[in-house]
Every structure is written in structure tokens, then in C-alpha cells.
């Protein structure tokens, strides 16, 4: 059963900018990435792992602010 995250994001303030976002969190199923709303709606499979999320979000350069489902 698909279940859909949404993580919120600060730091976001471009196109070039969601894109790394996608691409760093498309790892774990479909993902969106919303600019105005910066947020970043994952679609999955599997169980995600909060703090694997911060990890890759920080890992790029911008601030993870919250996870819910």
C-alpha cells in the first residue's frame, strides 16, 4: 500500500534548488517538490526513517523543518 510523506524544507528559493531536493530524496519513491509551500511530497512503498530524511536534506545544503504522513 502507497503511503505519502510530506517533509518541509527551508532554504529552498529556485528551480535548481527543488530539483536537488527531488533528486536527493527520489531514492525513496515518486517525489514533488512544491517551491511556494516548500515542501516535498514523497509517495512510497516502504517505511521512511525521519532522521535518514534530515540527513540527505541537510546533506545538500537546506534546513529539514518537519516529516508528517
Same mark, same amino acid.
Given at each position: ?16 534548488? %527543488?530539483? &536537488?531536493?527531488?533528486? !536527493?530524496?527520489? @531514492?525513496? #519513491? ?13 509517495? %512510497?512503498? &516502504?517505511?521512511?526513517? !525521519?532522521?535518514? @530524511?534530515? #540527513? ?14
Amino acid at each position: 500500500m502507497k503511503k505519502t510523506y510530506k517533509i518541509i524544507v527551508d532554504g529552498m528559493s529556485c528551480g535548481h534548488c %527543488t530539483a &536537488a531536493v527531488k533528486e !536527493a530524496l527520489s @531514492v525513496y #519513491g515518486d517525489v514533488i517538490v512544491d517551491l511556494e509551500t516548500k515542501t516535498a511530497t514523497v509517495t %512510497t512503498d &516502504a517505511a521512511i526513517d !525521519a532522521n535518514e @530524511v534530515k #540527513g540527505k536534506i541537510e546533506d545538500i545544503g537546506f534546513d529539514f523543518v518537519s516529516m508528517s504522513d
